[in-house]
């Protein structure tokens, strides 16, 4: 599944990263945000709070039928 985070520096609270990631459920998916922050902004994962972390929906391609096209 795909998640879109959003994390903040843990003692001053300001934006570091917004990013998303694929995991298999919601603490794989912060622990996968923190790492992409931690490799992003050189700093320490102690240090990283996920303030924002949703399931993004699957997209899926909409191919429109050969009824509308003739319209």
Same mark, same amino acid.
């Given at each position: 599944? *795909?998640? /879109?985070?959003? $994390? !903040?520096?843990? *003692? %001053? @609270?300001?934006?570091?990263? /917004? =990013?998303? +990631?694929?995991?298999?459920?919601?603490?794989?998916?912060?622990?996968?945000? $923190?790492? &992409?922050? +931690?490799? *992003? %902004? &050189? @700093? !320490?994962? =102690?240090?990283?709070? +996920? /303030? !924002?972390?949703?399931? =993004?929906?699957? /997209?899926?391609?909409?191919?429109?039928?050969? !009824?509308?096209?003739?319209?």
């Amino acid at each position: 599944m *795909s998640y /879109r985070a959003v $994390i !903040h520096d843990l *003692s %001053t @609270g300001r934006f570091l990263l /917004r =990013c998303d +990631v694929d995991a298999d459920d919601l603490h794989d998916a912060e622990d996968a945000a $923190i790492a &992409k922050a +931690v490799l *992003s %902004t &050189k @700093g !320490h994962f =102690c240090d990283m709070d +996920v /303030r !924002h972390l949703h399931q =993004c929906a699957e /997209r899926t391609l909409l191919v429109p039928d050969q !009824h509308s096209l003739a319209a």
